[in-house]
């Protein structure tokens, strides 16, 4: 079983930052993949970046040339830097990570983006 433990989030005004951070631990297999999702009341849980342990990164729309997903194999944690937010960012964001053998979420962090 995955344990991931979020951190960083916060209230921001707009054109602000916030680095957010997932460490993962009890891994017994590999973590191949961990990523950034976030969810808005009343929406669906969105994909915002995801990088692969050999480092390939992706990124939604919405979020590229802003958002920065970076990760450190021998930590097990990635982090998520967020410069010029927006309130249309302003969600629950949900750390996530993958294995061979599972998928894993963390609890979630609130983010919050005032104008």
């Known amino acids: 079983q995955v344990q991931l433990v979020e951190s960083g989030g916060g209230m921001v005004q707009a054109g602000g930052s916030l680095r957010l951070s997932c460490a993962a631990s009890?891994?017994?297999?590999?973590?191949?993949?961990m990523g950034w999702y976030r969810q808005a009341p009343g929406k669906q849980r969105d994909m915002v970046a995801t990088?692969?342990?050999?480092?390939?990164?992706n990124y939604a729309d919405s979020v590229k040339g802003r958002f920065t997903i970076s990760r450190d194999n021998a930590k097990n944690t990635v982090y998520l830097q967020m410069n010029s937010l927006k309130p249309e960012d302003t969600a629950v964001y949900f750390c996530?990570?993958?294995?061979?053998?599972?998928?894993?979420w963390g609890q979630g962090t609130q983010v919050t983006v005032s104008s």
């Open positions: 996530d990570a993958r294995t061979n053998w599972g998928h894993y």
């Open positions: 009890g891994s017994r297999f590999t973590i191949t993949a």
């Open positions: 990088v692969i342990r050999g480092g390939t990164t």
